[in-house]
């Protein structure tokens, strides 16, 4: 979603996916937010042992870059 919204087309796809009944949209809102949580929590319990003592941000990135 981050690579569709920064490339201007984040709201369309947002629109094309969204429920239009009121309470359809209050669950997809959570469960969206629940997904959102959970991979960050996987995303930062995998990469932070390996970036935890870089002094600089291009050290933390250069970090990522060779994990993948």
Known sequence: ???LEDNGVGEF???AILPQDAQQLVQHNKNDIK???II????????????HEKKTMFE????I???Y
């Open 1 to 3: 979603m981050i690579v």
């Open 13 to 15: 796809v947002k629109q």
């Open 35 to 37: 997904a959102k949580r």
């Open 40 to 51: 960050l929590e996987a995303v930062k319990d995998h990469i932070m042992p390996h970036v």
């Open 60 to 63: 933390t990135y250069d970090t």
């Open 65 to 67: 870059l060779k994990l």
